[in-house]
């Protein structure tokens, strides 16, 4: 139902985006994955018809979505980065004129902010300023004024940034409920692996403003359906057992960890026994191996060659 | 468009202190600007080291016929002391056939007073001459030739003017202040996010400005009428009953002046930078415009020029036009059309830097 | 402390456009000033000519016919006639101010535009095309012949209508015209009193009188006056522009940081205090040394004069300090930028007002100006304008001592606000 086609911005000089073409069915829960800076709010931000793109277009519908934005504008939520509320007004106060500003008016927008408040938890605190919220709950606010007009497609721009584990399971499960029981399309942006693995059924990732891979979580790991990931534990670090290791012909890329080395290599080859040896012959002693199932960390690691939080 | 004009307000009354701030400073400085009415007249304290009372009480007398100036009788050490606290400007030492004026600061008014004090003199000294050598007494000098002035109506002939002039300046003046350093939310609202959070609603840019801005622009006139009434009720100074023009007048120019804080937030990104350019602006078109002193002192070519291009003038005179001069809107056309010109001009240009610098901002 | 300082003093050296705005920003007033201003002296103020309409009666033969026929009337004899008609004429006040009004030196100042109707002069007026409307009336110069020679109780009237009563334009005006009546009216009832003996004189344009000072310094001139004014009030807006700074800080979290690094909350308040205090002491001297390099407005002081200055300058530096960490304290307390800012502005407006620092208030009211120097910037005002008239040291510390007093208590306010445990 929206769809980018070759979405291009560019600041001045540096390109920012670079012909994404993503696309979102009715009812999906699409994830967009990438480390800060890669282009992501950008993307999103031409996608929610805040920013014209330099050029391309997005479609909804099948309609040129910048041409008629209104029609767009009205189904769509979208959830900013930052607590973009007015702090010093209540959340019912603020929830009421959001509610307006997309038409809802009376009864029903009384009806639609108790639910709301119910949903994300807040009846209790309504009268309060925002003000004087937890993180937390300002982020629960952030997003249930998106929730209002019940829009049919949510975008949502890393809403759990810098809040406890608590609060963010918290909202994952509200967003997971409102993709699975009321058939919301929802288009997540997150550099959090953990939480696109959970929540979506299909990924883009992106970096340096291009996408550079996407498929359901299994598509994109099946990346590395030939490849293995294998952790190693050792008593001490040794740099020739590191230089030794990433030059066996099965290794494609060896990083540091906190008490060994995670590996990934081609499958099916005898590596175990060349890594043993290779203990032996350099004599670090492996406390520990495992062999762990890839994950999207571990993909944009083989794409890019750099971890997520770099 | 009301959504977003009635948030505003709802906002303004949730901070009390800037309420109460924005309330209690126009009324204290609409009481202060009525302290200027005050006095009527330009007093000057004068004293003497070598006249007898009688004969200085006798020189105040003959310098009192003429009611353009006040002369009062005070004594050298307090002249001294106002002079040196710079609470008076200057001061008229007399003696027999001299005067002496002491002066700690330049005055505007100083060079009509001591061309007028020397004309005394110098009539005296002459009256003296002739009686003296003529051998004949006092003489009396009649009033053959009168000057009558007249203003075109009758408000416009008090002295009031140039301080009325002083009053309405100082009150659109402050409310230049309020409306730019309210305007500053715009800023705030880009940086907080609510502002997009808008835009990707399905309110329409048109509406979402509108609705800001008619926050503004009923503020301003809240504001400057809030001000008149003060003035009219508690202090009494007259403003006559053009109300329509003195309304037209007041909401042209809260016009131009929104239009005017729309290039400003356009062109300075933070609040805090907004903190340094708003009183520059602000100061320095009151100063252009002639809020401070009257414009035909200015001399300067440039300055004249730049004058022209000021909103503040344009109020001002406006405003002298509708209370003094009696005029109607017809004849109020010249500063009302300067001023709906300068208001759509600015906020053309604001507008479009406003969405420039957006154009560059995600989420 | 010190690193808070040299922390600030960075940030603030870093974004240039704020250093410029705060430091040289108050030029660009000066500047003004300056230019609209400079020439704006004691002795002579320049204002280009501006027209006036002058509206006259009847032609001076019309009036001396009907002024035979009055002496005729009379039953003045008939011999005589002819002598009091050349008397008449060669007094004739009408004939002699249309002569003052096109003389040159009055021309440099008046442009007079003759107009035959009065209808047509008062349009003019109203168009704002002339500035004013000298009507000499039918029958002015028979009026005043009337009472000179006959001692009748008439007056020759001469109208001025201008559009506002009470500006530069109709002062020029109304002292030409007086002068001009003043100086007939003296001549006049001399001659009748000496009958005729008296030679008529112009007054000698002899000066009765001279201009002193308090000292011997010069007169403090309006430029001087405006730049001091100026600078004062903008040395009072460094104060909530550095108070929002805070503000940001907090909202970025730098005040949380450096809170819980066991930093004492008084180095927070202090370090705004002396931040502020610099900040001011910079800009007073750009604003003092720009402007007397560029528009000479403090030239020809000694170095004495100067070394008082900076002193002067320091201490109002050090309340403008104390004001910053006040308006800090009251952000942070308030948690909002909003509120302070435009208390901070328009505050300081209104100081800026009642100190004089726009136009001298106690042409308002002197009540006005006794509460100005009760404000930092006014007291600062006054005393140097004070050390500019060539007071000494002795004479000006009062004020000092009251603006330094007035620090003091402001720093123990903001302390008293500071909010100590508040830290989100």
Same mark, same amino acid.
Request: glycine share 8%; hydrophobic share 45%; proline share 3%.
């Given at each position: 139902?929206?769809e ?5 911005k560019?600041f ?15 009812g ?5 994955l ?6 992501k709010?950008t ?36 959830v ?5 509320l ?5 959340a ?18 009384e009806?639609?902010i ?9 009846t209790?605190?309504?009268?309060d300023? &925002? ?5 937390g709950?300002?982020r629960r606010?952030?997003?249930?004024v ?14 759990t ?8 399971n ?13 058939? /919301? ?32 979580n ?6 590395l ?24 012909p ?19 080859e005898?590596?175990l ?7 032996? #012959?350099?004599q ?5 191996v ?21 | 468009?009301w959504t ?5 307000? !709802? ?13 209690g400073?126009?009324l204290v400085? &609409?009481?202060?600007?009525a ?5 009527q007249t ?6 003497? $080291?070598?006249?007898?009372q ?6 105040l007398?003959?310098?009192n ?8 009788e005070s ?5 001294y002391?106002d002079?040196?606290m710079?609470?008076?400007a ?7 056939d ?5 002066i700690?600061?330049e ?30 007494g =006092? ?6 030739i ?10 416009a002939?008090s ?6 002039? &002083?009053?309405?300046?100082m009150?659109?003046?402050?409310s ?25 609603s399905?309110l ?9 801005l008619l ?15 003060i ?18 007048i007041i ?6 002046i ?32 002639g809020?401070?002193w009257?414009l035909?002192v ?5 300055l004249?020029?730049l004058?022209?291009?000021?909103? !503040?003038?344009?109020g001002?005179?406006?405003?002298m ?15 009302i ?7 759509i ?13 957006? $154009?560059?901002?995600?989420? | ?5 040299k922390?600030d ?24 000033l300056g ?28 009036e ?8 005729e ?8 006639i002819p002598l ?10 009408? /004939? ?11 021309a ?6 003759e ?13 704002? =095309? ?17 009472a ?18 009470d500006n530069?334009?109709t002062?020029i005006i ?8 003043n100086q007939?009216n003296l001549?006049a009832?001399?001659?009748?009193a000496t009958?005729?003996?008296?030679e008529?004189s ?17 007169p403090?001139?309006?430029f001087q ?26 909202? #970025?979290?730098?005040f949380?940081r ?17 931040s502020g205090?610099?900040?001011?002491f910079l ?19 000694p ?5 008082d200055?900076?002193?002067l300058s ?8 104390a004001?910053?960490?006040l ?19 328009i505050?300081?407006t ?27 910037n ?5 005393a140097y304008l ?9 004479e000006?510390s ?27």
């Amino acid at each position: 139902m929206l769809e980018t086609k070759d979405l291009t911005k560019r600041f001045k000089s540096k390109t920012a985006v670079n012909q994404v073409n993503l696309y979102l069915e009715k009812g999906e829960s699409v994830g967009l994955l990438g480390p800060n800076g890669a282009g992501k709010s950008t993307t999103i931000s031409m996608v929610a018809t805040l920013l014209p793109p330099t050029s391309g277009k997005v479609r909804f519908n099948n309609t040129d979505a910048w041409k008629n934005p209104q029609a767009l504008r009205q189904v769509l939520g979208v959830v900013p980065q930052e607590i973009a509320l007015y702090e010093e007004l209540s959340a019912y106060e603020n929830m009421k004129f959001f509610g307006k500003v997309y038409g809802l008016k009376g009864k029903l927008l009384e009806k639609r902010i108790e639910e709301v408040l119910d949903l994300i938890g807040l009846t209790e605190r309504k009268k309060d300023a &925002v003000r004087t919220y937890s993180g937390g709950m300002k982020r629960r606010i952030n997003i249930g004024v998106t929730l209002l007009h019940e829009p049919e497609i949510l975008i949502m721009d890393e809403p759990t940034v810098g809040i406890d584990p608590q609060s963010r399971n918290y909202i994952l499960d509200m967003i997971r409920e409102l993709n699975r029981s009321r058939g /919301i399309t929802v288009l997540y942006t997150s550099h959090y692996m953990e939480e696109v693995e959970k929540l979506c059924d299909r990924v883009y990732i992106m970096d340096h403003g291009e996408i550079i891979a996407s498929g359901t979580n299994d598509e994109l790991k099946s990346i590395l359906s030939n490849e293995e990931t294998i952790h190693i534990t050792v008593q001490t670090h040794s740099l020739s057992f590191e230089e030794k290791l990433s030059q066996l012909p099965a290794v494609t890329q060896v990083s540091e960890e906190e008490q060994g080395y995670k590996v990934i290599a081609s499958k099916g080859e005898n590596l175990l026994e060349d890594i043993f040896e290779l203990s032996r #012959q350099t004599q670090t002693k492996i406390t520990g191996v495992s062999l762990q199932t890839p994950s999207l960390e571990d993909v944009f690691l083989h794409l890019t060659g750099r971890t997520l939080r770099d | 468009m009301w959504t977003v004009f009635k948030l505003q307000w !709802i906002r303004l009354f949730k901070q009390p202190t800037l309420l109460i701030t924005f309330l209690g400073m126009t009324l204290v400085f &609409v009481y202060f600007l009525a302290g200027a009415q005050g006095e009527q007249t330009i007093t000057i304290p004068t004293f003497s $080291e070598t006249l007898s009372q009688e004969e200085q009480s006798d020189w105040l007398d003959r310098l009192n016929e003429e009611e353009t100036f006040e002369f009062i009788e005070s004594d050298y050490e307090t002249v001294y002391e106002d002079i040196r606290m710079n609470e008076r400007a200057f001061a008229l030492g007399l003696e027999e056939d001299r005067y002496q004026f002491l002066i700690g600061r330049e005055d505007m008014e100083i060079s009509t007073l001591i061309q007028y004090v020397n004309q005394i003199y110098s009539e005296e000294q002459r009256l003296e001459q002739v009686s003296e050598s003529f051998g004949i007494g =006092e003489i009396n000098v009649g009033s053959y030739i009168l000057v009558e002035t007249t203003g075109r109506t009758e408000a416009a002939s008090s002295n009031e003017i140039y301080r009325m002039a &002083v009053v309405v300046g100082m009150s659109l003046y402050f409310s230049v202040y309020s409306i730019l350093y309210l305007m500053t939310n715009l800023v705030e609202e880009k940086q907080t996010g609510t502002w997009q959070r808008l835009i990707f609603s399905p309110l329409t840019k048109t509406r979402l400005y509108a609705g800001q801005l008619l926050h503004y622009m009923l503020v301003g006139v809240l504001q400057i009428t809030l001000a008149l009434l003060i003035l009219r009720y508690l202090v009494g100074i007259e403003f006559g009953t053009n109300y329509l023009e003195i309304g037209v007048i007041i909401i042209c120019f809260v016009f131009a002046i929104v239009s005017l804080g729309m290039l400003l937030m356009g062109l300075v990104g933070s609040p805090q930078q907004l903190q340094v350019v708003i009183p520059i602006v602000a100061t320095s078109m009151a100063m252009l415009g002639g809020a401070f002193w009257p414009l035909e002192v200015v001399s300067n070519r440039i300055l004249l020029f730049l004058a022209e291009l000021m909103p !503040i003038k344009y109020g001002i005179q406006g405003m002298m036009g509708a209370v003094l001069q009696d005029r109607t809107l017809s004849q109020l056309l010249e500063p009302i059309g300067a001023l709906i010109l300068t208001g759509i001009i600015l906020m053309g240009v604001g507008i479009n830097l406003m969405e420039r610098v957006s $154009e560059n901002q995600s989420i | 402390m010190f690193s808070l300082i040299k922390k600030d003093t960075l940030i603030l050296t870093r974004s240039r456009s704020d250093l410029t705005e705060l430091l040289l920003m108050p030029f660009i007033l000066i500047a003004i000033l300056g230019l609209a201003l400079g020439n704006l002296t004691l002795s002579e103020f320049t204002i280009n000519a501006f027209p006036v309409a002058l509206v006259q009666g009847q032609s001076i033969d019309r009036e001396l016919e009907d002024w035979e026929e009055v002496l005729e009337n009379r039953g003045v004899p008939d011999d005589t006639i002819p002598l009091l008609t050349s008397q008449a004429e060669a007094m004739a006040p009408g /004939i002699q101010l249309s002569t003052l009004l096109n003389d040159d030196e009055v021309a440099e100042w008046i442009q007079v535009v003759e107009y035959a109707s009065n209808e047509d002069a008062l349009e003019a007026l109203d168009e704002g =095309e002339v500035a004013g409307v000298i009507t000499i009336p039918d029958g002015f110069n028979a009026s005043v012949w009337n009472a000179v020679m006959f001692d009748e109780d008439e007056t020759g009237v001469i109208s001025l209508e201008v559009q506002n009563f009470d500006n530069v334009t109709t002062d020029i005006i109304r002292s030409v015209l007086s002068t001009y009546a003043n100086q007939f009216n003296l001549e006049a009832s001399i001659a009748v009193a000496t009958e005729g003996g008296a030679e008529a004189s112009g007054l000698s344009d002899d000066n009765y009188g001279e201009i002193t000072t308090l000292t011997a310094a010069d007169p403090i001139s309006s430029f001087q006056y405006y730049t001091i004014g100026m600078g004062v009030m903008f040395a009072l807006h460094t104060a909530p522009a550095l108070a929002s700074r805070a503000f940001k800080e907090k909202k #970025q979290h730098v005040f949380g940081r450096l809170m819980i690094s066991r930093m004492s909350p008084l180095t927070f308040l202090g370090s705004k205090m002396i931040s502020g205090t610099i900040i001011t002491f910079l800009q007073l001297g750009i604003l003092f040394g720009l402007s007397t390099l560029i528009f000479g407005t403090l030239r020809g002081y000694p170095l004495r004069f100067w070394i008082d200055l900076g002193m002067l300058s320091l201490a109002f530096s050090l309340v403008v300090g104390a004001i910053t960490s006040l308006l800090t304290s009251i952000t942070l307390y308030s948690n909002s930028d909003a509120s302070s800012g435009f208390f901070g502005g328009i505050l300081v407006t209104l100081f800026a007002f009642v100190g004089g620092s726009f136009t001298p208030v106690e042409q308002f009211s002197e009540a006005l100006r006794s509460i100005g120097n009760w404000t930092p910037n006014g007291a600062m005002m006054t005393a140097y304008l004070q050390l500019m008239q060539g007071f000494n040291m002795s004479e000006i510390s009062p004020l000092v001592t009251r603006v330094a007093g007035m620090t003091a208590v402001l720093l123990v306010i903001s302390v008293g606000l500071f909010p100590k445990r508040r830290l989100d």
